[in-house]
T-cell receptor
Framework: AQSVAQPEDQVNVAEGNPLTVKCTYS??????LFWYVQYPNRGLQFLLKYITGDNLVKGSYGFEAEFNKSQTSFHLKKPSALVSDSALYFCAVRDRWNFNKFYFGSGTKLNVKP | DTGVSQDPRHKITKRGQNVTFRCDPISEHNRLYWYRQTLGQGPEFLTY????????KSRLLSDRFSAERPKGSFSTLEIQRTEQGDSAMYLCASPNPAGRELFFGEGSRLTVL
């Protein structure tokens, strides 16, 4: 079965420190991988994606993510967190051949304290 | 702004009433998706349209739910005889032209009292 796991419900970091939000997946084949951010009472905003090529992908607002095929992980990272980064983050995977099947993790709440 | 518009943004209703949500997707996109997001969870697939044809429906979409996309433009999601368990955020999405990532609207939050 296809699934996405975000093992941390919440991540707390101090402003200026690096942050990591973890994601692991179980999808057959070579999936496409995505990160989205959601602010309260808003829809999901696309941050970045991995399709192929370099394992480190860069996205919006200084975020990047590292794809690790052997560990089936796609962790979201940022070198220096901002208070405004505080939000809910979702990892998603899509079967490479079936674009109707997006699977989302349960989300990780990121709290960045001043 | 993703180009996907949803209306209304918030709806409070009493149990047993019918509600309808509207989605205007990115223009000229022939695919449209509906997702449901409950508190503390990620979005879950409900249904998908290619032009006016509804091609796939999730088991989450009970017979009280109906979705349409007349003329392949905007879409509506109707919930009949609402139940408290229907309380959720209903999200509409369009894929980018290459069909890889989804662009979501701001969602319609339903509260059933």
């Amino acid at each position: 079965a296809q699934s996405v796991a975000q093992p941390e419900d919440q991540v707390n970091v101090a402003e200026g420190n690096p942050l990591t939000v973890k994601c692991t997946y179980s999808v057959s084949g070579n999936p496409y991988l995505f990160w989205y951010v959601q602010y309260p009472n808003r829809g999901l905003q696309f941050l970045l994606k991995y399709i192929t090529g370099d394992n480190l992908v860069k996205g919006s607002y200084g975020f990047e993510a590292e794809f690790n095929k052997s560990q089936t992980s796609f962790h979201l990272k940022k070198p220096s967190a901002l208070v405004s980064d505080s939000a809910l983050y979702f990892c998603a995977v899509r079967d490479r051949w079936n674009f109707n099947k997006f699977y989302f993790g349960s989300g990780t709440k990121l709290n960045v304290k001043p | 702004d993703t180009g996907v518009s949803q209306d209304p943004r918030h709806k409070i209703t009493k149990r047993g009433q019918n509600v309808t949500f509207r989605c205007d997707p990115i223009s000229e996109h022939n695919r449209l998706y509906w997702y449901r997001q409950t508190l503390g969870q990620g979005p879950e697939f409900l249904t998908y349209f290619q032009n006016e044809a509804q091609l796939e429906k999730s088991r989450l979409l009970s017979d009280r739910f109906s979705a349409e996309r007349p003329k392949g433009s905007f879409s509506t999601l109707e919930i009949q005889r609402t139940e408290q368990g229907d309380s959720a955020m209903y999200l509409c999405a369009s894929p980018n032209p290459a069909g890889r990532e989804l662009f979501f609207g701001e969602g319609s939050r339903l509260t059933v009292l």
